[in-house]
């Protein structure tokens, strides 16, 4: 596997393994540094950039429309410098190497489509339209909410440096598997990529 920074989710596998890694690429030299690693070089105002960071952690991820209540772990980069997923397959992972939700940039939140054991956390994503709205609790009990405002399908191995793009706004990314079963990739063939902005 390349040595890139990627959107990783995890669907279900009928073989010996209970999951498969799913990764839409980002290109090399994507900035990924922690809000809070850029801040400043004075170390009280580092610590104080942490807290708020701390604070602005996304615990609760909901969806009314298809029903969806969620714990939300944060997650960074594994050994192979692939987003890391959430241990709990009920559960969403954010990326806590980019933006919270609700700061300036594109807040990435992945998740299972399936299990082993059944249905995973984003099993009803798919079923998610223009308009519906979507609730992240933060640590400090704060809600932020967006308007989901596109969907699209890509390759699984498409390179996407959009979702890594700087921004102005606030926006959101959920990210689940989609499209075929790949026997000799051991894949899902697509990625499902729900976009939606700060309401």
């Keep these: ?7 990783v989710s995890l669907c279900m596998v009928i073989a010996a393994s209970a999951f498969q890694t799913i990764t839409a690429l980002a290109p090399a030299g994507t900035d990924i540094s922690p809000p809070a690693a850029a801040a400043s070089n004075n170390s009280h105002a ?8 701390a604070n602005l952690r996304p615990v609760r991820l909901v969806i009314p429309s298809i029903q969806l209540d969620a714990t939300i772990e944060s997650r960074g980069l594994d050994a192979s410098r692939n987003l890391d997923t ?9 990326y806590d190497r980019g933006p919270a939700p609700g ?3 594109n807040a990435l939140i992945n998740g299972h489509v399936n299990w082993w054991t059944g249905d995973a956390v984003f099993m009803r994503l798919k079923q998610v339209r223009t308009g519906d709205r979507v609730e992240v609790v933060r640590a400090d009990g704060i ?6 405002n596109g969907r699209r399908t890509v390759a699984a191995t498409a390179r996407l440096a959009s979702l890594f793009a700087p921004s102005g706004s606030a926006l959101l990314t959920l990210i689940t598997c989609t499209g075929v079963w790949d026997p000799l990739t051991m894949s899902d063939t697509q990625r499902l990529l729900v976009s939606a902005s700060l309401a």
Excluded at 46 to 53: E, F, K, N, P, R
């Design 103 to 105: 700061q300036p940039g």
């Design 86 to 94: 959430a241990q709990d397959f009920e559960h969403a992972a954010w």
């Design 1 to 7: 596997m390349l040595r890139r920074v990627v959107v």
């Design 143 to 148: 809600s932020v909410f967006f308007v989901v």
């Design 46 to 53: 580092t610590l104080s950039q942490a807290g708020l960071v």
